[in-house]
């Protein structure tokens, strides 16, 4: 029933920007840490930015000062700015969240589908 659906992702020329979206679809009873990441082709998936359930936000280094992580609880979305974007920064884009599904569920893992950003002049 529940699932998260990723958008935003396209083709960008170097030092623009695309802001990324997370949208979870279905009943949610509690939101729990999220968090964005992604994996180029032939590499390992790895953490971009993460949100935890109390606020707190940490950043790769790789991205720090350019991509701010956001969330909407209300609304049931999480979102990735990203800003002077770089040609590394070339690859698909993955949300994860933490997600209680019904009052007597504990939390459970959801990964969206992904979505493509490249960075190409």
């Known amino acids: 029933q529940v699932q998260l659906v990723e958008s935003g992702g396209g083709l960008v020329q170097p030092g623009g920007s695309l802001r990324l979206s997370c949208a979870a679809a279905?009943?949610?009873?509690?939101?729990?840490?999220m968090g964005w990441y992604r994996q180029a082709p032939g590499k390992e998936r790895e953490l971009v930015a993460v949100?935890?359930?109390?606020?707190?936000?940490n950043y790769a280094d790789s991205v720090k000062d350019r991509f701010t992580i956001s969330r909407d609880n209300a609304k049931k979305m999480m979102y990735l700015q990203m800003n002077s974007l770089k040609p590394e920064d070339t690859a698909v884009y993955y949300c994860?969240?933490?997600?209680?599904?019904?009052?007597?569920?504990?939390?459970?893992?959801?990964w969206g589908q992904g979505t493509l950003v490249t960075v190409s002049p």
């Open positions: 994860k969240a933490d997600l209680k599904v019904s009052i007597m569920s504990r939390y459970l893992e959801f």
């Open positions: 949100s935890a359930a109390g606020g707190n936000t």
């Open positions: 279905g009943t949610v009873f509690g939101i729990g840490t």
